[in-house]
């Protein structure tokens, strides 16, 4: 894969995608191998997907129009929809069990 795996050390479960990085948790190495796999493969759809662009444009939008609504709709659809396409890119190479048993740690 293109994106480097790095290790925070923050309490819990964590993680997160930026410019071709995935960040866990130290918590995150000692999941199963099935599920820490289901993890790194939701990151990288972040990354593969660019979701951090789009999140950035929704980010922005409601940042100029923070009274109006439909900017604060708009940030918070975005962000559900980049997890849902995440999820939909790893499954394509992982168990769903998996990916969601791991998933449920993370919330």
């Known amino acids: 894969r293109a ?3 790095l290790e925070l ?11 071709n990085k995935i960040y866990l ?11 820490l796999e289901a993890v790194l493969r939701h990151e990288f ?4 997907l660019r ?4 999140k950035k444009l929704a980010y922005l ?16 659809e975005v962000d559900m929809l980049c997890e849902l396409a995440a999820d939909k890119y790893a499954l394509k190479k992982v168990y769903s069990k998996d990916l969601y048993t791991a998933r449920r740690l993370f919330l």
């Open 3 to 5: 994106a480097q795996v």
């Open 9 to 19: 050390e923050v309490p819990g479960y964590f993680a997160l995608a930026r410019n």
């Open 25 to 35: 948790s130290s918590a995150s190495f000692n999941l199963p191998e099935r599920q």
């Open 45 to 48: 759809g972040h990354i593969k």
């Open 51 to 54: 979701h951090q662009q789009l």
């Open 61 to 76: 939008i409601y940042q100029l129009l923070p009274w109006v609504v439909a900017s604060r709709a708009l940030k918070r």
